[in-house]
């Protein structure tokens, strides 16, 4: 099975695909904060970049990785730096799938929750919602991680941007980090994205990833106005929600509560 889709950053070229990237865990493989040595399991390099190589004598040096799901399509996408480039022009070049190990770091690292989520995902995305209820704190914060790369990945279909009606279940919802998980599944279905922060919401009112206002919310099951009543989350945390209904409401979003 072909996991991920590897391409160079210098030539923007296909560089090949592979079968799985051992090494994104920090446990017993990095070295630093920032520093992992990868094992690109299973790689098979392109025509056209062999043929890049041989001509150009160019180096491998930026990589962005891009994990698939099970159908191919693109879920997420990761840049690493080498230490050192890479010559394949140097070396016999492999007609065949090889195993290349790399060292380097991230332009973001990704987190070990993270990738957990995202090797469930390979699987099979969310078809459901409410999946990320029984999360801890942690994995909470690394699901909305995860779904706010996704969303660059998975554009809404044009008849949803144009609803008129919108349904947040609050069943689930107890604080900032739960609310902007089923405000995201409200707007744009199971494991869906819209912002998680205030300037993150912002910026869906002006057509990324979701419905432009005039629109109605409908909340289930709850309301902001209850969530927000008796907080035991922290001042900060409140502040937020409170800015977030000022925003909505500044941007003609109807709460129907």
Request: with cysteine; aromatic share 12%.
């Amino acid at each position: 099975m072909i996991r991920y889709i590897i391409i160079d950053a210098e030539s923007d070229l296909i560089l090949g695909d592979c079968t799985d990237i051992l090494g994104f865990s920090k446990e017993g493989i990095s070295r630093d904060d920032n520093e992992y040595d990868l094992t690109i399991a299973g790689l098979k390099l392109s025509d056209t970049y062999i043929q890049h190589c041989l001509a150009t004598k160019s180096s491998m040096k930026e990589i962005n990785l891009y994990m698939l799901d099970q159908e191919g399509n693109k879920l997420n996408s990761h840049s690493f730096f080498l230490h050192k480039p890479y010559f394949f022009h140097k070396r016999a070049i492999p007609q065949e799938r090889f195993d290349l190990a790399v060292s380097g770091g991230f332009s973001d690292s990704p987190s070990d929750e993270a990738m957990k989520i995202w090797k469930q995902w390979v699987v099979a995305k969310p078809t459901m919602k409410n999946t990320w209820a029984n999360l801890s704190s942690e994995q909470l914060l690394r699901w909305l991680e995860v779904i706010r790369v996704h969303s660059g990945f998975n554009k809404p279909q044009e008849e949803d941007q144009k609803k008129n009606d919108f349904y947040l279940d609050m069943t689930y919802v107890t604080d900032v980090k739960t609310f902007y998980c089923a405000l995201g599944e409200a707007m744009n279905g199971p494991g869906g994205y819209y912002g998680t922060s205030l300037n993150g919401v912002a910026d869906h009112f002006y057509g990324r990833n979701g419905a432009e206002p005039p629109f109605n919310l409908h909340f289930i099951n709850g309301s902001l106005n209850k969530l927000m009543s008796g907080y035991e989350h922290g001042a900060e945390d409140l502040l937020i929600l409170q800015q977030i209904r000022e925003l909505l409401i500044s941007k003609q979003v109807s709460l129907i509560e």
